[in-house]
């Protein structure tokens, strides 16, 4: 299995531009999550998804992120418009299923996002 | 809510030496525990898990016990190697909390 895919790997842009993180899960998992980590704030859970639909989004740092999942295979997570507080690593992580305390959260690569 | 408090880094060390890095956790219930490993540069790996109390994980030559009674789960390898540097988390997911709850994570360095 290819594992979890994130695109683009790195990302510079410029405040106010639109960026769009995407990434695929691995096959046959129904759990998909969005991360950012900081050195100032570590890893934080932005979204989780289960079986497609939104199920947790209080940690979407506020109005300028959203995030969707069109089907089991794709996700992407939007900033508009972005600042530089916004740059940091990105990761999205699926699983096989959510609401067990077994499951194994599967991380891609991350996006490092750099806003200037 | 779920917290996870670990050992803050860097934790520097020569090759062949003892390793642990001291996790502890907050949550209702008895939540699952993990460490992950993340290697300069690349996501999160699940390194190893316990699910209830006195369970040992392992993998790699590293352990770790979920110890109940002190809300424990530190992180030991008896000897260690250049190849194991990396950023350590310590993680609990319980079912009230749904997600899982890192801590900071420990920077660790070997020397050879």
């Known amino acids: 299995d290819a594992g979890v895919i994130q695109s683009p790997r790195h990302e510079v842009t410029e405040m106010g531009q639109e960026v769009t993180l995407r990434c695929k899960p691995i096959s046959g998992h129904n759990s998909l999550f969005w991360y950012r980590q900081t050195m100032m704030r570590g890893l934080e859970l932005l979204i989780y998804?289960?079986?497609?639909?939104?199920?947790?989004d209080s940690g979407m740092p506020e109005d300028r992120f959203s995030a969707k999942m069109p089907n089991a295979s794709f996700s992407t997570l939007k900033i508009q418009p972005s600042e530089p507080r916004d740059s940091a690593v990105y990761f999205c992580a699926s699983s096989l299923t959510s609401g067990s305390s077994t499951d194994t959260q599967y991380f891609g690569p991350g996006t490092r996002l750099t806003v200037l | 809510g779920d917290s996870v408090t670990q050992m803050e880094g860097p934790v520097t060390l020569s090759e062949e030496a003892f390793l642990t890095i001291n996790c502890t956790y907050t949550a209702t219930g008895y939540p699952s525990l993990f460490w992950y490993v993340q290697y300069p540069g690349e996501g999160l790996q699940l390194l190893l898990k316990a699910t209830k109390a006195d369970d040992k994980g392992s993998n790699k030559g590293f352990e770790a016990t979920y110890r109940k009674e002190t809300t424990s789960f530190h992180l030991e390898k008896g000897s260690v190697q250049v190849s194991d540097s990396a950023v350590y988390f310590c993680?609990?997911?319980?079912?009230?909390?749904?997600?899982?709850?890192f801590g900071s994570g420990t920077q660790l360095t070997v020397l050879p």
């Open positions: 993680a609990s997911y319980s079912g009230s909390a749904r997600q899982l709850t």
């Open positions: 998804f289960n079986n497609n639909v939104p199920i947790d």
